[in-house]
């Protein structure tokens, strides 16, 4: 056999070897979601906030799901990159936590974990500091299905399905 054949043999029981470690790993399930997770995510999502990363942000909403009232994902998306793009010095403070792993039906009929939590989101500027967003959130998380490597596998992760807030009407957030 010529080299360039070894190599492609290699390359293809290589290729075959990722896709069997990948498909065993995307059927173990992701194990229950607790306050430590939440508390991960609500850190991930403080600091894509202050690095104004809206892929940061997407990437813990479920794909195709509604959020505020109508709001789709993409609307959020937009609404999130517009918000960033006025915002000079982003600040997001965190209180009053709340982790709940079943709401019984509560909110949305949901029965799912959820975390609520009181937000203010500051914009610190050079000469000013402003209140951008006040309010209580309340995220409801589900497993779904994400696909990876162009959907050859696909894993079972928590995702944001849902949002509720007692803040302003999110629709306007990041106007001028």
Request: aromatic share 10%.
């Amino acid at each position: 056999m010529q080299r360039s054949s070894w190599i492609a043999l290699g390359l293809s029981v290589l290729l075959i070897a990722i896709l069997a470690v990948s498909y065993f790993i995307s059927q173990e399930r992701p194990r229950q979601f607790d306050a430590t997770q939440a508390q991960q995510i609500l850190h991930d999502l403080q600091e894509a906030v202050r690095q104004k990363d809206v892929e940061g942000i997407m990437r813990y909403v479920a794909p195709n799901t509604r959020l505020i009232g109508d709001m789709d994902a993409q609307k959020a998306r937009l609404l999130i990159a517009r918000a960033f793009r006025v915002m000079q010095n982003p600040q997001p403070t965190i209180s009053d936590v709340q982790f709940h792993d079943d709401n019984e039906g509560k909110g949305v009929g949901l029965e799912e974990p959820s975390v609520s939590f009181y937000l203010n989101l500051r914009d610190q500027g050079p000469d000013y500091t402003s209140d951008e967003y006040a309010g209580r959130i309340t995220l409801y998380f589900r497993q779904v299905s994400i696909p990876h490597l162009f959907g050859l596998y696909h894993t079972a992760e928590w995702r944001i399905v849902h949002v509720e807030t007692t803040g302003p009407n999110p629709d306007s957030f990041g106007d001028f």
